[in-house]
């Protein structure tokens, strides 16, 4: 079983590009989650999506935006690059919402 | 905003003795959950209380959950080198935002 795959696992960005960061899951779950995490920050939820068809701001959600693409997929893009979104972003999926959470691996990204 | 506030901030303990983390958080919740994060990787579920349970097993792991208090603590006995990793408290609220809110966390260093 994968999991949750998330790619890429690193990325260098300049500041005002734009990239998509993309997660799956195998395990039939109904919601999906982004997180950053910095130093001395913990996780902050970015945006998640409790179905397919459906997405929510979390925490932190400017200069960010999500696709629920199907019940597996999830992916979140950053339009416009900033240094400010340098982080480990981490995709998560569950079964029940607010239930026991499956990470992925991270994307470290640095924006320049 | 942070949650959950996990206490120390860091750890450094023998092999074999116990180690004890604590987490307090500021509103009512549904459940109060635990992840450790190895470095460089994702977080991984260890444990999971409900508002309405005071004590929970699992293997080498004790969650206690101190509603009136608003804290939960981890205890892991007999520690192992193996154990050396990030351990987050996160919480589920019953309303609002779905997904988890995650304290800063407790770095553990387990020395052989």
């Known amino acids: 079983n994968a999991g949750v795959t998330q790619t890429p696992k690193f990325q260098v960005l300049k500041t005002g590009q734009s990239m998509t960061l993309q997660c799956a899951q195998d395990?039939?779950?109904?919601?999906m989650y982004w997180y950053r995490q910095d130093p001395g920050m913990g996780l902050r939820l970015i945006y998640y999506?409790?179905?397919?068809?459906?997405?929510d701001k979390g925490e932190v959600p400017n200069g960010y935006n999500v696709s629920r693409l199907n019940k597996r997929e999830f992916s979140l893009r950053l339009e416009s690059a900033a240094p400010s979104q340098t982080s480990v972003y981490f995709c998560?999926?569950?079964?029940?919402?607010?239930?026991?959470?499956?990470f992925g691996s991270g994307t470290q990204l640095s924006v320049l | 905003s942070q949650q959950g506030e996990e206490d120390p901030q860091a750890l450094s303990i023998q092999e074999g003795e116990n180690a004890t983390m604590n987490c307090s958080y500021k509103?009512?919740?549904?459940?109060l959950q635990w992840y450790r994060q190895n470095s460089g990787r994702g977080l991984v579920h260890l444990i999971l209380?409900?508002?309405?349970?005071r004590e929970k097993h699992s293997g080498r792991l004790r969650v206690t959950l101190d509603t009136s208090k608003k804290s939960s603590s981890l205890l892991i006995t007999a520690s192992r080198a193996a154990d050396t990793a990030s351990y987050f408290c996160?919480?589920?609220?019953?309303?609002?935002?779905?997904?988890?809110?995650f304290g800063k966390g407790t770095h553990l260093i387990i020395q052989p």
């Open positions: 395990m039939n779950h109904n919601s």
């Open positions: 209380i409900r508002s309405n349970e």
């Open positions: 996160a919480t589920a609220t019953g309303g609002g935002a779905d997904g988890l809110t």
């Open positions: 999506s409790a179905s397919e068809g459906t997405t």
């Open positions: 509103t009512s919740i549904n459940n």
């Open positions: 998560a999926s569950s079964g029940s919402r607010r239930e026991k959470l499956f």
